[in-house]
C-alpha cells in the first residue's frame, strides 16, 4: 500500500446565522392603547366603530375604499356591517368586503376586553410595516403611506367563560397602489378556537374562527351581483390553534399578505419568508392553507376503508396542516461533489448562505463487496491542521507518503451549521461488513491539531457536556437525555419528524415527480410505536408506495423501544446522519433508491429529515389493500456506520387481481458522524429490531400516504419469556413518561426529562418560569414541551460560538434617515438628522428660511397628552407625559408623575428593561450602560411565587418562604418563621433527610457533609407520608403523624397531638389492644410486657370498628362508641358522647327498653332488675323502628319519633323535634284533623274533645290545593284560587285576579258557557238562571279545547284560538293573535287556499265568494299535512313543508327551509336520487327528463339504506365503497357488488347474501330475483361464521363486522379470535346477547335499524326495527322479561321493545342530552344509562316500566361512556373517556370508589369474574383490568385496527346475577 501525505480539504465555513424564532410576545405588537391615539370600540355582542375616514384610498383587491368600520366579531370591513346573524355563523365568502383576523361570535359585555383601533402615519410604525413586507416579498416595491391598526385585547366569546380571553392584532400597510395585511397572534393570546353558533337548533356544535379576506358581492351590469374571490388562512379548529405557533414570515404568529392593487390583482397572496404556507392560485376561491395531514394522529381503518379526520378522539394527538413545522433551510443541489478549500477562495456568507455540506450520495456501496480505484486528488485528504495554522499552510503538502488500500470516500454526517472549520474526523468510507481496517490510519492526531472542549465545547448540545481525551474531545448528553452529544433529547419524550419527500418514482411506465411534499412522524418512545405521514402524494405513486414502509421504519430504528442491553439508532447518529437504501422488488426486479438526510433539530427540538427517492416500483391497483406480516432485522454497527439487509414479504389484496404475494430486498447502510476519541465500552456488533407491527395506507381523498409501526430493539433472540409491560409496551404510563422494569411485571412510571407527575400523567416543567435555564445575559428563556431554548433580547443576536448575545449593529441595515446619520449602541441604536435638517432622525426635513425645526416624535407624544384631553373626546387624567430634551430627543430618565415611578428609556422612548423604580428611592444613573441581569435562579423563583399578603394587602400567616442567599442559591438552613422548624437543603432547596428539628432546639450543622443515609425504616416513611402542609405551604391540623425513636423504630407510646389519645404500639406500629387512653387520663405504661391476651369480647370487637377517625388521621366527630369495662363487657350505663342520650344495656349491648334518658336528666339506675317485661305496645314498636342512627353511628337529623307514656300508649300530643309542629293522635298514633299547629304557636288542648268536623268539599280540595306560594315563602303571581263560600261550595261568580276575567260556574266549579267576560266588563248576573243551552258547534268546541292555561292556572302564550260569532259559527276571517297571520275560513273552519296574508298585509275579502275549489292534489295534501305548528298551537321550527306551483303540481326543485339541502323530484313528490345538494351550492338542474315511476310508494329498506350510507360518505362514496343496487320498485336488486369493482354476491328479497355466490371475477354471478339459489346445507356462509366453541365468549363490534374474541378462564385467547358476522356498509354500535336464546343483538347506525341473528351456523340476520330510527347507540336485552331497551342520541330518547320488535314503547324523551350507554339488571328489573352531557353528565336509573326514574352519579365524571353490573358486588360500573377512571358505586349512590384512576378512551365494557373488560379507541382494542389488583392484565389488538364499538359477553349457560 502506498503510504502518502493526501490533499488538504478544509470544511467550508457556514457563515449563515441559525435564527432562533419564538411566537412574538405582547410587548412585540404594534404600539396600540389610548396612549398611542386608539379609538376604544364601545362593549357589546354586536358592536360597529363609526367610520374610520381613510387620508388616502385603500386597494382592497383592486377597489378603492375611502373608509373602513372596526366590528366587534374580529373584522374590519369597507362598509357598514349587517346585524351579526347575518354573518358570524357563516363561512368565506361574506356579502361585503372584510379583513378576518379572527371572525368569531365575539362579546364584550361586561368588561370582557377592549378593542383599539386607529389610522396612523407614525414613520416607526410605517417602518415596521415596509421593513416586514420587504422580508416577505423582496421584490416589492413598497413605501407605506398610512397604517390601520386595529387590536382586539383580552376578548371573550358570546355566552362563553370570561376566563378564556384573545388578544390579537391587524395592521393595513398602504400606499398609493398595494396594500399589506398584517395579522399577529401573541404567545398565549388564543385560549378559545371558535364559538357556538347564535341559532338555536345548532347549539351542540361549535363553529371555528374563520381567518382571511373577502371581496364581497360585485355587481356588474349596475342590477347583477356575483360572488367575488375570497381566501381562507384556516380551515378547522386545529388550524386556528396554530395560528400563532407558526407564521409564514419566519415568525411564528406573523402571518403577512398582500391584499389589493390598484391596477391588477386576482387573489390574495401570502408572504414567502417563512416557507410555511403555498402561494395561492390566482383566481381561486376558498383555498385553505390546512392539510388532512396529520402529525402523528392514530391510524384508523374506518368501516369504508378510509381515514376520517373529522373524529377526534383526544388532544393528546391533533391533526396538523402542512404549515406545523417550520422547515429547514434549502440544503442545496445534494448531488454536488465536495470541492477542496483555498486560501485563495475563502468562505464567505454570500456564498454558503442557505447550503450545507453535500453528500455524495452517488457513491454510496449499498452491498457488502468492497470497491477498490484510484482517488481522485481533488477527494483526498490530510491529516487535519489546526484552524490558526490552515492559512499560514495553504495547499502545502507534506513529503511523507503513507501507502494504504484505496477506499471509497462517503460523508457520514452533515457538519454542523455553525460551528468553524473541523477536521473530518474518522471517515469510514465503505460498508463492506467481511473485511474492513476500521482503524487504517487515515486520520493522525498530534498535540498542537488536537481540537479541545476550550476552543470547541459550542458543538455540544445545550444538554451535554464535553469531555478531553487524549486525541480531542467528544460530547455526551447530561444524565436525563440521550443522543450522541452533539444532539441531545429528553429520556422517554415522544418524539416529532417533519421534512420533505422529492424525487421521481415511476410507476409501471408513469414517471411521477414528488416537488418538496411533506413529511411529518410522531414516535411514542415509551412503548416504540412510530407513526409516518406524507401528504399530497399523487395516486399512482401513493398505492404503489405502500409496500415500501421502510421510508418510516428509520424512525422506528432511530426510537425503538429498547430491550436490555441494547440501545437505539439516535444514541448513535444523533440528528445529523445520512440513510442510503436500495429495495429490489420481486418478480419484477424494480429497483428504488431511498436517501434520507437528518439536518438537524428545529427551534422546536423537532428532527428534521429530508427524503429523496428515485427508481421504480411496481403498478399496484388502486384501492388495493397491502398487509406485512411482523418481521425482524439485524443491524451490523462499525464506527460511524450501521448496515442491514433483509428480505421482506407482502400480501396485495385488490378487487381486480385478487390476492397475491410479493417480496422485495431492503439493503441499507447508515452513516453519521462518530466522535473515536473516547475510550468505547464493550458493544454488540449487531442488535436485532423487532417490527410487531406494520401497517400502511393510502387514503385517495387526502392524498395521503401513512405508516405505522412498532419497533423494538435488543440484542438477537432477545424478548423471548420478557413479560414486563415496559418490554412489551404494554403498560399505562403516559406517552410523556418512561417505563422502569422492576420485578417480574411490576413496573413504575417515571416523567420524561422535563415533565414532571406521577408518570401516569405528566406535565411540561416551565423551564423558564422555574429558573432551571442556562440562558445568559441578554437573552430570555423560551419554554419548549420537555425543554427550552434561549432568544437574545431585543437589539441583540447569537454570536460566534452559537450561545452568546451580542449587540447588533442596527445601523448596518439603515434604518435612519436618509439625510440622518445612525449611532449604534448597546441593544439601542440612534438616528440624529444631518446638520441643515430638522426632525427626530427617522424623518428628517430641510426647512428654508424657517428657524422653526418641525416637531420630533418625543414632541408629538408629548403634545397629543399635555392637552388633556383623548382623541376620544373625555379627559386623561393620571396620563404619562414623556419628557423631552430641549433638540426634542427623550431624556434618558422618565418620571410618571401621578405613580412616582422612575425609568430609563432608548432614543425611541422604550423603556429599557431592569431600570424601573418605586416612588421614594434613588432612580437608576441612565448614563450607564446596562448590567448584564442574571436570570431568576431556582430558589428566586420559588421564594417569589410564594404568596405572602392576601388580595387586600394583609399578611397571610403560616406561610413558607425559602430564603436564598446573595448569589440566589438556597441558603444550607431554611427555618419556617411560623412553626420553628429548621432543615438543612441541597442545591435544589430539597430537604436532606435526618436533619429536621423541632422549635426550640438547636439547629443542626448543615455545613457538615451528610453521612450515608441510611434506608428510611417503616416507621419513617409511614411519619414522611403524612401530609402536614397545604400545596400552598400552610400547617394542617388534625393528621396523625406517629413518632419515631432516634433509630427510626416506633416510639412504644404513641399520641395523636390533635385528640389527646395515647396508645401503646407494637414494632410494626399496630395498636396494641386495651392500652388506648383518652385525653386527661395517666397513659399505659407501653414497657410492662402484654398479659396473655384473651380474645376480644363483642363489646371490644364493636367498639374497635367504630371508626374514629378519618383515612387521613383526622378525628370523626358525632360516632358513638361503646364503653367497656375492665374485662371486656359492656358497662350497664351507655352514653352518647356527641349527643348526651343515656341508657342502660343488657350483657348483649342492646339497649333496656324505657332506660333513655334526655341530656341532662337523671339517669337510670341500670343495676336495678328489670321488672317483668310486658309486651311493646303498638307506640313502642313505632317508636323503635325508626332509624335515628347510620349504619356507621352517626346521628340521622330529621327523623320524627312517636312519644310514648310510661304504659306504651302514644301521648296525645304528638311533636316532630326537627321541624317544631304538633299536633293531636287518638289511641292509634293517628293524626286528629285540624289539630296541626306549625313551631312558634301555641298547641291544641288535645284533652278537649274533638269538634265534629265536616269532611272538606270540592272546591275546598280544589282551593287548597293550588300553590300560592313558592318554596321559599314568596307569593306566585298569576295563579288561579276558585272561591268557595262558608259551606264549602263554589261562589256563582268566580274571577281570576291576575286576568281579571269573571265567569259563571255550576256546582261542580264547571264555567257556564258564555257567562265569561273580558277585564273591566260587568260580570253576568249568575243568579239568573241559564236559557235552555243549544249543545256546541263545532267552533265552539274547537275554541274550548285549546288550553290557554297551564295545569297550575298560567296563561299560556302563542296558541291560536279560533273566533266563533253569536251563533257558535267560524267568523269568516281569522286571525293568530301571537304571529299576526290571518285567513278565511269555510263553516267548517277550514283555511280557504290562498287568502292567508303575512302580518301588516291587507286582509283578503272573505264575503267575496270563494272561487270553485279544485279538489286538493298530493302535492297540496302533502304540503298541508305537514306539522307546523306542535298540538298546542305553537309554531315548529324545523319541518319540511313541500312547495307546490298554482295547479297544485309539486315544484321540480324542492328545499329545506331549516338545513337549506335542495333537492329534485318527480311528479309524485319523490326525490331525484343523485340530484341532492348541501346549502350554498349550486343546485341541479331540474328540468332535465327522468323516468317517472308508475304508482306511489313508501321508501323501501334498500332505499333507506342507500341514502343512509349516502349521508354516511358525506354525499361521494367512492368507487370501491359499497352502496347498496335498489331496483326501480325498491327492492334489492339481486345481484350487489363492491362500487365499480367485481367483487359481487347474491343477495334475497331482504338483502341478506345468498352463501356461496360470492364471486371476483370480472363474470358477475347469476343470480335469481327474490330466490336464493342452491346451497350447500349445512355449510356457513361465508360472512358467517359462528364463534369457536367456548364456554364464554367476548363479542365486540368493530364497524362492519361483530368478532369473537373466547376466554380462557379470564385470559383474552387470541389465537381463537374470529369475525362471526360481516356486514357490509353497516356501522354497528351497540350490542348484546340473549343467554336463553343464543342470540346476538345489534344496532346499525348506518342503516338505522336494530338487528339480531342467531349464533348458530348458517343462520341469517333478521331485521327487528327499521324506523324512527335516527342515531340508535348504546342497547341491552332482559333475558328474564324478554325485553330488549336501547338509546337514541339524536332525538335523545330510551326505548323499550319485545325481544322480536313488537310492542315498542318510548320510556323517556325527556331531560336527555347525549344517551351512550344502556344496561338493565334483570335480577332486580332496574335499568341504567349513561348520559354523555359536556355540560352535566350524570348516570341514571329506573326500573324497567319507566317509573322512579333518579340520578344516582352526577359528580365527579366527564364523558361516561360504558357502562356494566358488577354482580358480585351488586354495584354498578362505569369507564369514563373524560376522568380517564373505571369507577363503581353502589344502586343507591354509596360507596363509591375508583377501580382504575388512568384508562386511554374506553367505549364500551362488561364485567366478568373479577374482571373488566372494555373496548378503547386510543388502543383500537379490548383491555382487561383485574378488579382485586386494578391492573390492566392484558390486551387484544385486532388485526384490522379500527375503532371497537360495543362489547358483550356470550355464554353457553346463562350466568347467575348477570344483567
Same mark, same amino acid.
Given at each position: /500500500?502506498? +503510504? ?49 375616514? #381613510? ?27 349587517? /346585524? ?86 391587524? !395592521? ?110 390566482? %383566481? ?157 490510519? !487515515? ?22 457536556? &464535553? ?23 429528553? *429520556? ?18 408513469? #414517471? ?296 447588533? *449593529? ?73 419628557? &423631552? ?110 436533619? +429536621? ?84 387520663? @395517666? ?228 264555567? +257556564? ?80 287556499? %290562498? ?11 272573505? *264575503? ?120 326501480? *320498485? ?59 366453541? @367456548? ?5 365486540? @363490534? ?94 335523545? /330518547? ?110 364500551? /365494557? ?54
Amino acid at each position: /500500500m502506498v +503510504r502518502g501525505r493526501m490533499l488538504a480539504v478544509c470544511l467550508l465555513c457556514w457563515s449563515c446565522t441559525l435564527c432562533v424564532v419564538t411566537a412574538i410576545q405582547r410587548a412585540d405588537m404594534f404600539p396600540y392603547g389610548t396612549l398611542s391615539g386608539d379609538l376604544i370600540l364601545a362593549e357589546g355582542d354586536d358592536e360597529t366603530s363609526r367610520v374610520l375616514s #381613510l387620508p388616502k384610498p385603500l386597494y382592497f383587491y383592486s377597489s378603492p375604499f375611502s373608509q373602513l368600520y372596526v366590528a366587534t366579531n374580529g373584522i374590519i370591513s369597507a362598509q357598514d356591517l349587517p /346585524m351579526e346573524k347575518q354573518y358570524v355563523d357563516d363561512n368565506f365568502p361574506t356579502d361585503f368586503p372584510v379583513v378576518a383576523p379572527f371572525l368569531a361570535d365575539i362579546d364584550t359585555s361586561g368588561g370582557r376586553g377592549q378593542i383599539y383601533y386607529r389610522v396612523t402615519e407614525t414613520p416607526s410604525v410605517l417602518n415596521r410595516v415596509a421593513q416586514d413586507v420587504h422580508r416577505g416579498f423582496p421584490d416589492a416595491k413598497f413605501t407605506p403611506t398610512h397604517a390601520v391598526v386595529a387590536t382586539w385585547e383580552n376578548v371573550a366569546a358570546y355566552e362563553e367563560p370570561s376566563n378564556k380571553v384573545n388578544t390579537f392584532q391587524a !395592521v393595513i400597510g398602504y400606499d398609493e397602489t398595494d396594500s399589506y395585511v398584517l395579522f399577529l397572534y401573541p404567545e398565549g393570546g388564543l385560549n378559545f378556537f371558535g364559538t357556538r353558533p347564535k341559532e338555536p337548533y345548532n347549539v351542540k356544535i361549535e363553529l371555528p374562527a374563520r381567518v382571511g379576506f373577502s371581496r364581497g358581492e360585485i355587481t356588474y351590469f349596475f342590477v347583477s351581483r356575483t360572488e367575488g374571490p375570497y381566501y381562507s388562512v384556516t380551515s378547522d379548529e386545529q388550524s386556528v390553534k396554530y395560528l400563532y405557533q407558526v407564521g409564514n414570515t419566519g415568525i411564528p404568529g406573523v402571518w403577512l399578505f398582500h391584499t389589493g392593487n390598484r391596477y391588477s390583482f386576482d387573489n390574495i397572496a401570502p408572504a414567502s419568508t417563512g416557507g410555511l404556507l403555498a402561494t395561492a392560485p390566482t %383566481g381561486g376561491h376558498g383555498l385553505s392553507l390546512d392539510t388532512t395531514t396529520p402529525e402523528h394522529a392514530e391510524f384508523e381503518e374506518y368501516p369504508d376503508n378510509t381515514f376520517n379526520p373529522d373524529i377526534h378522539e383526544e388532544d393528546d394527538y391533533p391533526l396538523t396542516g402542512r404549515d406545523k413545522f417550520q422547515p429547514a433551510p434549502d440544503g442545496g443541489d445534494h448531488s454536488r461533489p465536495l470541492q477542496p478549500a483555498s486560501p485563495d477562495t475563502p468562505s464567505s456568507p454570500a456564498e454558503d448562505s442557505g447550503h450545507q455540506v453535500p453528500y455524495v450520495s452517488e457513491d454510496v456501496p449499498l452491498t457488502s463487496e468492497p470497491r477498490y480505484g484510484s482517488e481522485p486528488a481533488e477527494r483526498q485528504y490530510r491529516p487535519p491542521d489546526p484552524p490558526e495554522m490552515a492559512a499560514e499552510e495553504g495547499a502545502q503538502q507534506t513529503e511523507e507518503q503513507q501507502p494504504q488500500a484505496p477506499l471509497e470516500v462517503l460523508d457520514v454526517y452533515p457538519p454542523h451549521r455553525n460551528e468553524p472549520r473541523l477536521s473530518p474526523g474518522g471517515h469510514i468510507v465503505s460498508v463492506d461488513t467481511e473485511d474492513v481496517d476500521f482503524d487504517s490510519g !487515515v486520520i493522525r492526531y498530534t498535540p498542537e491539531s488536537r481540537e479541545t472542549c476550550a476552543r470547541f465545547q459550542q458543538q455540544c448540545a445545550q444538554n451535554a457536556f &464535553c469531555s478531553d481525551y487524549a486525541t480531542g474531545f467528544c460530547c455526551h448528553c447530561e444524565p436525563g437525555f440521550y443522543g450522541n452529544g452533539r444532539h441531545c433529547l429528553p *429520556d422517554g419524550a415522544p418524539q416529532r419528524v417533519s421534512g420533505k419527500v422529492s424525487g421521481t418514482v415511476t410507476v409501471g411506465s408513469t #414517471l411521477v415527480t414528488l416537488n418538496n411534499i411533506d413529511l411529518h412522524a410522531y414516535i411514542v418512545v415509551g412503548d416504540g410505536r412510530a407513526y409516518t405521514a406524507i401528504s399530497e402524494v399523487p395516486e399512482p405513486v401513493g398505492w404503489a408506495l405502500m409496500p415500501v414502509a421502510a421510508i418510516g421504519e428509520l424512525f422506528g430504528w432511530l426510537f425503538a423501544l429498547e430491550l436490555p442491553n441494547s440501545q437505539a439508532g439516535f444514541k448513535d447518529t444523533g440528528a445529523e446522519f445520512t440513510r442510503n437504501a436500495e429495495v429490489i422488488f420481486y418478480p419484477g426486479n424494480q429497483h428504488l433508491s431511498i436517501v434520507q438526510t437528518g439536518r438537524g433539530l428545529d427551534n422546536h427540538n423537532h428532527l428534521t429529515v429530508d427524503t429523496v427517492v428515485s427508481g421504480n416500483v411496481p403498478f399496484l391497483p388502486p384501492g388495493a389493500e397491502v398487509t406485512m406480516d411482523p418481521f425482524k432485522e439485524t443491524y451490523q454497527y462499525y464506527p460511524s456506520v450501521v448496515t442491514s439487509i433483509s428480505m421482506r414479504e407482502f400480501s396485495l389484496v385488490s378487487a381486480e387481481r385478487g390476492s397475491e404475494s410479493f417480496s422485495f430486498q431492503l439493503k441499507q447502510n447508515i452513516t453519521f458522524r462518530d466522535c473515536q476519541h473516547a475510550t468505547r465500552a464493550a458493544t454488540l456488533e449487531t442488535l436485532q429490531l423487532t417490527v410487531e407491527r406494520v401497517f400502511m395506507m393510502y387514503v385517495k381523498e387526502e392524498r395521503v400516504l401513512r405508516y405505522a409501526i412498532t419497533n423494538k430493539i435488543g440484542p438477537i433472540g432477545a424478548g423471548q419469556g420478557l413479560v414486563n409491560p415496559c418490554y412489551s409496551g404494554n403498560h399505562n404510563c403516559d406517552t410523556t413518561a418512561q417505563c422502569i422494569p422492576l420485578e417480574d411485571q411490576a413496573f413504575q412510571c417515571q416523567c420524561a426529562t422535563g415533565y414532571r407527575g406521577d408518570g401516569r400523567n405528566c406535565y411540561d416543567i416551565d423551564e423558564c418560569a422555574e429558573g432551571l435555564t442556562s440562558c445568559g445575559a441578554h437573552a430570555q428563556c423560551v419554554n419548549l414541551p420537555g425543554s427550552h431554548r434561549c432568544q437574545c433580547q431585543s437589539g441583540y443576536e447569537f454570536g460566534y460560538d452559537g450561545r452568546t448575545c451580542v449587540d447588533i *449593529d442596527e445601523c448596518s441595515s439603515s434604518p435612519c434617515h436618509i439625510n440622518a446619520r445612525c449611532i449604534n449602541g448597546l441593544g439601542s441604536f440612534q438616528c440624529r438628522c444631518q446638520p441643515g435638517f430638522y426632525g427626530d432622525g427617522f424623518y428628517c426635513t430641510r426647512q428654508e428660511g424657517q428657524t422653526v425645526r418641525p416637531k420630533s416624535q418625543c414632541e408629538l407624544h408629548r403634545d397629543s397628552l399635555q392637552s388633556g384631553v383623548h382623541l376620544s373626546g373625555r379627559p386623561s387624567l393620571g396620563a404619562f407625559i414623556p419628557q &423631552c430634551d430641549p433638540d426634542g430627543r427623550y431624556r434618558p430618565l422618565q418620571c410618571h408623575s401621578s405613580t412616582g415611578h422612575c425609568w430609563c428609556v432608548d432614543n425611541r422612548g422604550q423603556e429599557r428593561v431592569g431600570t424601573r423604580t418605586p416612588p421614594g428611592t434613588a432612580p437608576k444613573d441612565c448614563d450607564r450602560p446596562d448590567i448584564p441581569i442574571h436570570p431568576k435562579t431556582h430558589c428566586e423563583h420559588h421564594r417569589d411565587s410564594i404568596q405572602t399578603t392576601s388580595p387586600d394587602g394583609y399578611p397571610i400567616v403560616g406561610a413558607y418562604v425559602p430564603q436564598c442567599d446573595n448569589d440566589g442559591q438556597y441558603t444550607p438552613l431554611q427555618c419556617h418563621s411560623s412553626t420553628g422548624y429548621c432543615w438543612c437543603v441541597d442545591s435544589q432547596g430539597q430537604e436532606r433527610a435526618g436533619t +429536621r428539628t423541632s422549635p426550640g432546639s438547636p439547629p443542626k450543622n448543615c455545613g457538615r457533609p451528610d453521612e450515608p443515609a441510611p434506608p428510611k425504616t417503616h416507621c419513617e416513611q409511614h411519619r414522611d407520608s403524612i401530609q402536614t402542609t397545604s400545596p400552598e405551604g400552610y400547617p394542617l391540623v388534625g393528621a396523625y403523624v406517629p413518632q419515631c425513636d432516634a433509630n427510626g423504630q416506633y416510639t412504644p407510646l404513641q399520641c395523636h397531638i390533635s385528640s389527646g389519645y395515647c396508645w401503646c404500639v407494637d414494632s410494626r406500629g399496630e395498636e396494641r389492644p386495651g392500652t388506648r387512653t383518652p385525653p386527661g387520663t @395517666a397513659p399505659k405504661d407501653c414497657d410492662r410486657p402484654d398479659e396473655p391476651e384473651r380474645p376480644k369480647t363483642h363489646c371490644e370487637q364493636h367498639r374497635d370498628s367504630v371508626h374514629t377517625t378519618s383515612p387521613d388521621g383526622y378525628p370523626v366527630p358525632g360516632v358513638f362508641v361503646p364503653q367497656c369495662d375492665a374485662e371486656g363487657q359492656y358497662t350497664p350505663r351507655q352514653c352518647h358522647g356527641s349527643i348526651g342520650h343515656c341508657w342502660c344495656v343488657d350483657s348483649n349491648g342492646q339497649e333496656r327498653p324505657g332506660t333513655r334518658t334526655q341530656p341532662g336528666a337523671p339517669p337510670v339506675d341500670c343495676d336495678r332488675p328489670d321488672e317483668p317485661e310486658r309486651a311493646r305496645t303498638h307506640c313502642e314498636h313505632h317508636r323503635d323502628s325508626v332509624q335515628t342512627t347510620s349504619p356507621e353511628g352517626y346521628p340521622i337529623v330529621g327523623a320524627y319519633v312517636p312519644t310514648c307514656d310510661d304504659n306504651g300508649q302514644y301521648t296525645p300530643l304528638q311533636c316532630h323535634g326537627s321541624t317544631g309542629h304538633c299536633w293531636c293522635v287518638d289511641s292509634r298514633g293517628e293524626e286528629r284533623p285540624g289539630t296541626r299547629t306549625p313551631p312558634g304557636a301555641p298547641a291544641v288542648d288535645c284533652d278537649k274533645p274533638a269538634v265534629s268536623i265536616r269532611p272538606k268539599t270540592h272546591c275546598e280540595h280544589h282551593r287548597d290545593s293550588v300553590q300560592t306560594t313558592s318554596p321559599e315563602g314568596y307569593p306566585l303571581v298569576g295563579a288561579y284560587v276558585p272561591q268557595c263560600d262558608d259551606n264549602g261550595q263554589y261562589t256563582t261568580l268566580q274571577c281570576h285576579g291576575s286576568t281579571g276575567h269573571c265567569w259563571c260556574v255550576d256546582s261542580r266549579g264547571e264555567e +257556564r258557557p258564555g257567562t265569561r267576560t273580558p277585564p273591566g266588563t260587568a260580570p253576568k248576573d249568575c243568579d239568573r238562571p241559564d236559557e235552555p243551552e243549544r249543545p256546541k258547534t263545532h267552533c265552539e268546541q274547537h275554541r274550548d279545547s285549546v288550553h290557554t292555561t297551564s295545569p297550575d292556572g298560567y296563561p299560556v302564550p302563542g296558541v291560536f284560538v279560533p273566533q266563533c260569532d253569536a251563533e257558535g259559527q267560524y267568523t269568516p276571517r281569522q286571525c293568530h293573535g301571537s304571529i299576526g297571520h290571518c285567513w278565511c275560513v269555510d263553516s267548517n273552519g277550514q283555511e280557504r287556499p %290562498g287568502t292567508r296574508t303575512q302580518p301588516g298585509a291587507p286582509a283578503v275579502d272573505c *264575503d267575496k265568494p270563494a272561487v270553485p275549489i279544485r279538489p286538493k292534489t298530493h302535492c297540496e295534501q302533502h304540503r298541508d299535512s305537514a306539522q307546523t305548528t306542535s298540538p298546542e298551537g305553537y309554531p315548529l321550527v324545523g319541518a319540511f313543508v313541500p312547495q307546490c306551483d298554482a295547479e297544485g303540481q309539486y315544484l321540480p326543485r324542492q328545499c329545506h327551509g331549516s338545513t337549506g339541502h335542495c333537492w329534485c323530484v318527480d311528479s309524485r313528490g319523490e326525490e331525484r336520487q343523485g340530484t341532492r345538494t348541501p346549502p350554498g351550492a349550486p343546485p341541479v338542474d331540474c328540468d332535465r327528463p327522468v323516468p317517472v315511476a308508475p304508482t306511489e310508494r313508501p321508501e323501501s329498506v334498500c332505499e333507506r339504506w342507500r341514502a343512509s350510507l349516502i349521508e354516511h360518505y358525506g354525499g361521494k362514496p367512492e368507487p370501491q365503497q359499497y352502496m347498496p343496487q335498489c331496483e326501480p *320498485d325498491g327492492q334489492f336488486s339481486p345481484v350487489q357488488c363492491y362500487g365499480e369493482t367485481t367483487y359481487c354476491w347474491c343477495v334475497d328479497q331482504d338483502g341478506r347474501e345468498v352463501p356461496g355466490t360470492q364471486s371476483n371475477d370480472v363474470v358477475k354471478p347469476s343470480c335469481l330475483p327474490s330466490v336464493a339459489p342452491p346451497t350447500r346445507w349445512p355449510l356457513p356462509r361465508p360472512d358467517v361464521t359462528p364463534p369457536t366453541h @367456548a364456554d364464554v365468549t367476548l363479542l365486540y @363490534a368493530q364497524g362492519q363486522k361483530i368478532g369473537a374474541l373466547p376466554l380462557n378462564g379470564t385470559r383474552l385467547d387470541a389465537t381463537r379470535s374470529k369475525t362471526v358476522l360481516a356486514l357490509h356498509g353497516s356501522i354497528v354500535v351497540g350490542i348484546a346477547y340473549d343467554c336463553k336464546e343464543n342470540q346476538v343483538y345489534w344496532t346499525d347506525l348506518s342503516a338505522r335499524t336494530i338487528n339480531r341473528a342467531s349464533m348458530a351456523p348458517g343462520a341469517e340476520p333478521e331485521i327487528l326495527i327499521n324506523t324512527d330510527l335516527v342515531s340508535p347507540e348504546g342497547l341491552t336485552v332482559d333475558v328474564n322479561r324478554r325485553l330488549m331497551f336501547w338509546v337514541d342520541s339524536n332525538p335523545d /330518547m330510551i326505548e323499550s321493545a319485545n325481544l322480536d320488535g313488537s310492542g315498542r314503547r318510548t320510556l323517556f324523551d325527556t331531560d336527555l342530552v347525549n344517551p351512550r350507554a344502556i344496561i338493565v339488571v334483570s335480577s332486580t328489573g332496574t335499568l341504567y344509562w349513561t348520559d354523555w352531557n359536556r355540560e352535566a353528565p350524570k348516570i341514571e336509573s329506573s326500573s324497567v316500566n319507566g317509573q322512579n326514574r333518579r340520578v344516582v352519579v352526577s359528580d365527579g365524571i366527564g364523558l361516561p361512556n360504558a357502562l356494566t353490573y358488577d354482580s358480585s358486588a351488586g354495584q354498578i360500573c362505569w369507564a369514563d373517556a373524560g376522568t380517564k377512571r373505571l369507577e363503581c358505586v353502589y344502586p343507591d349512590g354509596s360507596g363509591r370508589r375508583v377501580i382504575h384512576p388512568n384508562l386511554n378512551y374506553p367505549f364500551s /365494557m362488561v364485567y366478568y369474574r373479577n374482571h373488566f373488560y372494555y373496548t378503547d379507541w386510543r388502543r383500537d382494542g379490548v383491555i382487561a383490568v383485574n378488579k382485586a389488583s386494578n391492573q390492566i392484565t392484558e390486551e387484544y389488538l385486532p388485526e384490522q385496527r379500527s375503532h371497537l364499538y360495543g362489547i358483550a359477553i356470550a355464554t353457553t349457560n346463562c350466568l347467575s346475577g348477570r344483567h
